[in-house]
Nanobody, 125 residues
Framework: QVQLVESGGGLVQAGGSLRLDCAASGRTFSSSAMGWFRQAPGKEREFVASISWRGGTTSYADAVKGRFAISRDNAKNTVSLQMNILKPEDTTVYYC??????????????????WGQGTQVTVSS
């Protein structure tokens, strides 16, 4: 069992940056793939970024490539999402998620087992 708590969301102007952090607890965290997803009202959950269990492989949605960067620190049980050059269309709730043990950087919500409560990101124009 893994528990996840997101933080770092807030209000930022277009072109600015935010860093989201996810604090994880649970004995399987260090060997689980991790991902960030977002979901706007009335829309399905959207893949943003993911990182393999070792941290050596990352994947990004086309909409955020070149702007966002996912990282993890297994010693501290944290996963982060650095978001740069933010756009108004990035506005929504962002969720941290833990995937399967020894998992790859999957883009499918089906591969993720545990979810945080979410943190709001608002980008103004």
């Amino acid at each position: 069992q893994v528990q996840l708590v997101e933080s770092g969301g807030g209000l930022v102007q277009a072109g600015g940056s935010l860093r989201l952090d996810c604090a994880a607890s649970g004995r399987t965290f260090s060997s689980s793939a991790m991902g960030w997803f977002r979901q706007a009202p009335g829309k399905e959950r959207e893949f943003v970024a993911s990182i393999s269990w070792r941290g050596g492989t990352t994947s990004y949605a086309d909409a955020v490539k070149g702007r966002f960067a996912i990282s993890r620190d297994n010693a501290k049980n944290t996963v982060s999402l650095q978001m740069n050059i933010l756009k108004p269309e990035d506005t929504t709730v962002y969720y941290c998620s833990a995937g399967r043990v020894f998992g790859s950087a999957s883009s499918s919500p089906r591969d993720y087992l545990y979810w945080g409560q979410g943190t709001q990101v608002t980008v103004s124009s």
